[in-house]
């Protein structure tokens, strides 16, 4: 049966000194009580004080999620209006029509005849205006035989599942370890936020593949466009890639690089 708070002071009270000699074994039984009443006085108190913090930091978590409610059904986008940080201005719900959350784009074959032998079609924000302010974007990836998504990088999370075909499909962490795998129909991979990622098709047969972001406007980046398609000198860009001036020369030639 569990001692009260009250029960133990009223204990220790209860045992008093008279003006007969000294009884050490009532001094050390007093002695006890005292320690078990303090101490259980501190984990009243240290109990107390866990309480108070976690639910300080619970209602800290409760106001945190309330912010990101929304306070309208969707906001589709206004191309009428410069696109900003935030996505783009809402479109006057009275002139919000359905196909503005659809995009029919994702059921054919993209052009795969470049370098790459790849075709990036998707529905994000510019293509779907709906899709503004959802925080996601889907985009259809065809692969030809012995084609490839070259390593690139964009400020959200991706995940892809693979309709048809083999590819190998791979991220490389900020510690410089890969992470890849073979992945065939119907398997699914994720890449982390902001990491170097690819996809290679090594099939015998065309491969197809649809990625989901959680932005409507991911930002992708692909690393051998910023190398050899921007303005850099030519001696600036083997510097900082090693790579000896007639490459340089090479795919700056294939990307449409100058200087």
């Not at 692909?222 to 000198?233: D, E, G, K, T, V």
Request: charged residues 15%.
């Amino acid at each position: 049966m569990r001692t009260t708070h009250d029960e133990l002071l009223d204990a220790e009270d209860a045992m008093v000194f008279d003006d007969q000699p000294l009884d050490t074994a009532a001094l050390t039984h007093t002695i006890c009580w005292r320690v078990v009443v303090w101490s259980r006085l501190h984990t009243l108190k240290n109990s107390y004080n866990m309480i108070l913090k976690l639910f300080i930091a619970f209602s800290f978590l409760i106001s945190a999620s309330y912010g990101q409610i929304s306070v309208v059904d969707f906001c589709v986008a206004d191309y009428s209006v410069a696109n900003g940080p935030a996505g783009y201005s809402c479109k006057n719900a009275s002139k919000v029509i359905t196909d503005d959350f659809i995009f029919t784009g994702l059921g054919v074959k993209g052009n795969t005849s470049n370098f790459f032998k790849v075709a990036v079609n998707g529905a994000f924000d510019l293509t779907l205006p709906g899709l503004n302010g959802l925080g996601l974007s889907l985009f259809r990836l065809d692969i030809d035989v012995g084609g490839v998504v070259p390593i690139h990088t964009h400020r959200v999370s991706e995940v892809i599942i693979v309709m048809e075909g083999t590819i190998i499909a791979g991220f490389i962490g900020s510690d410089n370890t890969a992470y890849f795998k073979t992945l065939n129909k119907g398997d699914v991979m994720v890449f982390p936020q902001s990491l170097l990622h690819f996809q290679v098709n090594v099939g015998n047969i065309p491969a197809l593949a649809f990625v989901s972001l959680n932005s409507p406007n991911p930002g992708f980046q692909f690393i051998s466009a910023s190398l050899f398609a921007n303005n850099l000198p030519s001696s600036i860009v083997e510097k900082i890639t090693l790579i000896d001036k007639d490459q340089v020369k090479k795919l700056k030639s294939i990307f449409g690089g100058t200087n």
